[in-house]
């Protein structure tokens, strides 16, 4: 199965939102990010 | 091509409209005519961004309620309504598409004196010009991304690597310690096949079979036949033993029940004869008893008649039987003795009565226990002994047909032990005759060992294939990090190396070029969080901001604002400058300006100090002067 590639714009659209969304954003970042990867 | 028209935007009441061209174009006015104003109104129809309620105030002219920006620049158009409800001022966009002009922050395309990098600047503060940078680039946000992507890159490296120790150790460990296996288990296989094929051999068991087949008989006579019946008589045997055992014990039992009654005897006879003696004086006492209170009972009635008469002559004066005169007092005194004496009698008779009874009641316990005790003793006795007497005889019985079954087991016993030896005779001929059957049986134990052992290799290379395949997953996996980390590292160097390297460069080029104060560079110090400008004049005397001009302050911002918006927002085509340049003289003005409105489309630039240099020194511009 070829691999998925990853959206930049969309992730970086992503982050942005939970980072601006909350107040501890580290680990909802981390978990978006393995997502992203993981996702393949 | 710029048009923008609009209504009751700050100090322009009412409705206007404006067209400017590509290049610069300046907007020349005194204080107060609305140069301002209509930069809010390019602002407020394309900032689409966080505008506060304290500037949206001043955006809405004074005690207006409504109006309007309408903004076409090159073909795309930007509308925003603005209204007043009560205390606040609301806008609403129509026309935005979200592609295009979005501003991360106002102060990137938008220059003005109350701007937190020109307030730094003014005040020489790191803190100011930090907090600008970082709040029009966002960098900060692009660090921690940085940071976690870093994390989650190593994290995933990690993985991978301790998969693929694993994956490399056991597969080639597992592989080659198969193929000397199968090798030796080869080797072994083909030993035991020459051996079977051998003449020796199938010789040898043609021979041998006849003993073969007497050995199977041999041994199913023994295990079949003799010992089975050996383990049936030995059963039976045993259960007949331990039945005897019982019987004995209860044997034993009921002798010594026996012997105690027989020791006890002497003694029950003697309790016995003291109970009859008792019983008899009780009964002798329970006589003389009845015979008191009969005696008692009788003197009561003759008393009681004797008292009846005397009660009777007590109210006469004369004897009916001899009718001599009566004494009343007389009687009165014999009538009071005679009830004391009844009443003395009745109590008497009365204790005599219940002695009487206790007497009885004695008399049948005693009597009891007498009946119990010679019924106890005879029952007892009579039972025991025929107890025994039968268990006796049980015992005899059982004993008697115990050596029979014994003997026929010493026999069994004998008969087994002599097939045995016949057995292990022909079995040792047999093995002397054909030793390469043992030798084919070790073999065949040795090569099922070995494949033992290859089957646990390929398990462990099937659990190695296991980790090859998360192995490859794991290096997609790292491999994804790395872009996304790749991805961060570079916009956040982008954001802040480069972005200072372009800021540097600028500067450097636009103090060349104005001749003024040279700047060495500008640091952006990572553990502080902090930006400062490090300066130093053209005599290599370091300076501070705050001992700077006003133009060079000015021209600081101008330079550090345009970089930074070129490097965030490279493709926003509008840069507007309200008032900061109104400390540069003319020929530096048009310098700058002219430096950057050749890199950008749009330049608008309001001032009110009247600049007198030459419009066409200015590359691609126009002035207006009176707009209002």
């Known amino acids: 199965m070829a691999e998925k590639k990853i959206d930049f714009k969309k992730l970086d659209e992503e982050l942005i939102n ?23 | 091509m710029i048009e923008i028209e609009g209504e009751n935007i700050g100090g322009l009441r009412g409705p206007f409209k404006f067209t400017l061209q590509n290049g610069l174009s300046m907007l020349h006015a005194p204080n107060g005519s609305g140069k301002s104003s209509l930069l809010r109104a390019f602002h407020l129809a394309i900032a689409n961004t966080n505008i506060s309620q304290e500037d ?15 903004v076409f620049i090159d073909e795309n158009e930007f509308e925003v309504q603005i209204q007043r409800k009560g205390e606040k001022v609301i806008i609403t966009y129509s026309n935005v598409d979200d592609d295009i002009f979005k501003f991360p922050s106002e102060e990137l395309s938008f220059i003005r004196a109350k701007s937190d990098l020109y307030q730094g600047i003014i005040k020489d503060d790191d ?7 970082y709040k029009v ?9 940085l940071e976690i992507s870093t994390n989650t890159l190593t994290d995933y490296k990690t993985t991978r690597d301790d998969l693929k120790k694993k994956v490399s150790k056991d597969i080639s460990r597992n592989r080659e310690e198969i193929n000397k296996l199968q090798k030796e288990a080869e080797e072994i296989s083909g030993k035991i096949d020459s051996m079977l094929d051998s003449e020796e051999y199938k010789l040898s068991m043609k021979e041998h079979s006849e003993k073969k087949d007497k050995i199977d008989k041999l041994r199913e006579l023994i295990n079949k036949n003799l010992t089975n019946r050996k383990t049936k008589l030995s059963d ?5 033993e331990e039945a005897i055992e019982k019987l004995k014990r209860e044997l034993e039992k009921i002798k010594k029940k026996i012997d105690n009654y027989d020791a006890n005897l002497p003694i029950m006879q003697e309790k ?7 019983r008899d004086k009780l009964e002798e006492d329970l006589d003389k008893t009845k015979d008191q209170r009969l005696t008692a009972q009788q003197n009561l009635t003759s008393i009681r008649n004797e008292l009846k008469e005397n009660e009777e002559l007590i109210n006469r004066e004369t004897c009916p039987k001899c009718h001599q005169k009566l004494d009343p007092v007389f009687y009165k005194d014999l009538v009071a003795k005679g009830r004391a004496e009844l009443k003395k009698l009745e109590t008497q008779v009365k204790s005599l009565k219940t002695k009487e009874r206790e007497i009885f009641l004695e008399t049948n316990e005693i009597e009891d226990e007498l009946r119990e005790l010679t019924n106890f003793l005879k029952i007892n006795r009579e039972s025991l002994n025929k107890d025994r007497i039968i268990k006796e005889k049980d015992v005899k019985k059982k004993n008697e047909s115990l050596p029979d079954k014994k003997k026929r087991r010493k026999q069994l016993t004998d008969e087994i032990e002599v097939k045995n030896k016949e057995l292990l005779a022909i079995q040792e001929v047999l093995a002397e005759e054909i030793p390469l059957q043992n030798e084919i049986f070790k073999l065949q134990g040795e090569f099922n060992g070995k494949n033992k052992l290859i089957n646990k290799s390929e398990e462990e290379i099937e659990m190695s294939s296991e980790y090859q395949l998360r192995y490859l997953k794991a290096e997609g996996h790292v491999k994804r990090a790395e872009a996304i980390h790749k991805c961060y590292s570079e916009r956040f160097h982008h954001l802040t190396f480069e972005t200072f390297k372009q800021i540097n460069e600028a500067l450097m080029a636009s103090f060349d070029l104005l001749n003024l104060a040279k700047l060495k560079k500008i640091v952006f110090d990572k553990k502080e969080n902090k930006l400062f400008l490090d300066i130093q004049r053209a005599n290599n005397v370091y300076t501070t901001l705050e001992k700077l001009s006003g133009a060079e302050k000015s021209l600081i911002t101008l330079i550090i604002t345009w970089v930074v918006k070129q490097m965030v927002i490279p493709d926003e085509p509008l840069f507007i400058i309200d008032e900061v340049t109104t400390e540069m003289d003319d020929t530096r003005f048009q310098d700058i300006l002219n430096y950057i409105s050749n890199k950008t489309d749009y330049v608008i630039v309001a001032r009110h100090k009247p600049y007198k240099g030459k ?8 002035i207006i002067s009176t707009f209002v």
């Open chain 1, 18 to 40: 939970i980072y601006n969304s909350s107040k501890k954003p580290t680990k909802a970042i981390e978990k978006k990010i393995k997502e992203v990867i993981e996702n393949d």
């Open chain 2, 127 to 133: 803190t100011f010009i930090s907090s600008w940078f």
């Open chain 2, 137 to 145: 680039t966002e960098a900060h946000k692009y660090e921690l991304f």
């Open chain 2, 56 to 70: 949206l105030n001043n955006y809405l002219t004074e005690k207006e309620i409504n109006g309007f920006v309408k």
């Open chain 2, 236 to 240: 039976e045997i045993f259960k007949e």
């Open chain 2, 272 to 278: 016995l004869r003291k109970n009859e003696k008792k």
């Open chain 2, 615 to 622: 419009q066409e020194n200015l590359a691609q511009s126009h």
